[in-house]
């Protein structure tokens, strides 16, 4: 089983840039597929990034072009680079796994498909 613990999280102005992480530990990192969903204040949880254990990457229209995910198997973590910032990305980041997800279809947009899951990291862009 994974724990995940994802960082990085903070305060910062519209524009402006963050780096979150989310490290795991149990099981075999190298075939999870990793994650990251992101839910506002009275909003549903909504997907953001996909990194597949194969590599492959997939992203949200909303982000596409200012976020991007990586990995470091190595490391046993998952990065989330956030660029261009805007006010309406303020919202608690999740970080989830799920063994040999692929992007061959849309399930990996559903947060019902992970079975493993952080505790979030609070991300707040000011105006």
């Known amino acids: 089983q994974a724990q995940l613990v994802e960082s990085g999280g903070g305060l910062v102005q519209a524009g402006g840039s963050l780096r979150l992480s989310c490290a795991a530990s149990g099981g075999t990192f190298s075939r999870y597929s990793m994650a990251w969903f992101r839910q506002a204040p009275g909003k549903e949880r909504d997907f953001v990034t996909l990194?597949?254990?194969?590599?492959?990457?997939y992203y949200s229209d909303s982000v596409k072009g200012r976020f991007t995910t990586s990995r470091d198997n190595a490391k046993n973590t998952v990065y989330l680079q956030l660029n261009s910032l805007k006010p309406e990305d303020t919202a608690v980041y999740y970080c989830a796994a799920e063994p040999f997800l692929t992007g061959s279809n849309l399930r990996y947009r559903e947060d019902k498909t992970y079975t493993y899951w952080g505790t979030g990291t609070q991300v707040t862009v000011s105006s």
């Open positions: 990194i597949s254990w194969g590599g492959g990457t």
